[in-house]
């Protein structure tokens, strides 16, 4: 993720037009040698093993925090009694206890800050907002996501170590629920409003695993798996599932919503494309032509679609790196007054989706229905 936030910062400038400039003023890192390819692949000034000092400058005005999960309360809080602005990758924090404060600190020192849900900065998925917001699902009825990957199959997969601390609770805190369903979380309640209460299972399938740096076995404790079921305050019903075990899937983060009027899909692994079913007329209610019902595949890469008009010709498709950099557009233009193409999640809203994550796992624990607080 250190790519993707540095590029965002070095691209935004060229694509946007920004009441700032962004400068890559220092990166922090542990590993000097690594550090300093890093600064000359992505044109950092200066690199730094303390991060605190960075936190301290006065030369610098946002602090983005791309580390490991157990790391990003501390710094989170130490840049907001800074006065920095502040971008946060997801999961916001470890648990709920600690994304609280977090919120005390951002707002008591009033700096703007972003947290990473990227996923909503994909033109496909701004577009299924839009068709939301203009009445063209109509009431809600159901919502299913599933956030899908098949890395960690191999039982020869570590844990531990720099690359694999995902597998670490005390790392990364949670597994899947926190990694890949906070995402997941995240768009259902831009989309569908929030989520009163889940119940859900989670399951580990490779209990032991050898630590990438002590050799020995270690035992495993995030989930690897987690499916929920969920009650929206809007009284549509929603099912999510995630795995890393899915095998063949590798980013398969799909969005699905179906109304009264209408209907909308949304798969990461064809990120270009909107599929729409469209029913009844928005303004009169009324079913639209027969001879016209069915799904639509809407290739999203026209001016008049969101954050498109930023790139190239109608039909040449944007990529991932494309997300980070309309978040990073959005939330500078928010932080000088301007209107972004859609408002950036906040840390306070960032927290609202680690409560939702943490009734996941205690309904998994309890095998209960949880009331989100
Ligand atoms: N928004 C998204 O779509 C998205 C995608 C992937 C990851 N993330 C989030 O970004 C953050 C980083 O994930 P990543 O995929 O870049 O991980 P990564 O494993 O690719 O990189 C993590 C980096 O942190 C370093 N590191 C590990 N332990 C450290 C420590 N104790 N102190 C300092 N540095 C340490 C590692 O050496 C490595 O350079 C996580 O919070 C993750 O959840 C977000």
Known sequence: MGRTHSNAFNQVGHFFDLPYQTVLKCCYGRNVENLKKFQSTWGYEAIETDWRKIVESDEIDIIDVVTPNFLHKEMVVAAAEAGKAII????????????????????????????SFCYRRNPSVALFKQLVDENRIGRPFHYRATYNQDYTISKKVPVGGASLWRLDANVAGSGVTGDLLAHSIDSAE??????????????????????????????????????????????????????????????????????????????????????????????????????????????????????????????????????????????????????????????????????VCDAVIQSAKEERWVDVE
């Open 190 to 355: 831009w989309l569908n409003g929030p989520i009163e209460k889940v119940c859900a299972h989670t399951e580990i399938f490779i209990k032991e695993r050898t630590n990438a740096v002590t050799g020995e076995k270690t035992p495993i404790t995030i989930d690897d798996a987690c499916m929920f079921m969920a009650i929206f305050k809007n009284g549509s019903n929603g099912l999510f599932e995630s795995s890393r075990y899915a095998r063949g899937r590798k980013n398969f983060n799909t969005m699905e919503m179906n109304g009264e009027n209408g209907a909308c899909y949304f798969n990461l692994e064809e990120p270009e494309y909107l599929q729409f079913f469209r029913y009844a007329d928005p303004e009169t209610g009324k079913k639209v032509e027969d001879h016209l019902t069915g799904w639509q595949k809407i290739l999203v890469t026209n001016s008049e679609h969101p954050y498109m008009s930023h790139y190239w010709v109608p039909g040449t498709v944007i990529g991932y790196e494309h997300y980070f950099i309309n978040q990073l557009a959005d939330f500078l233009i928010q932080m000088s007054g301007g209107t972004p193409v859609y408002p950036v999640p906040t840390i306070s809203d960032a927290a609202r989706t680690q409560k």
């Open 88 to 115: 946060c990758e997801k999961p916001l924090a470890m648990n709920s206890a600690e994304a609280a404060e977090m919120v005390a600190a951002v707002e008591k020192a009033g700096v703007p800050t972003a947290v």
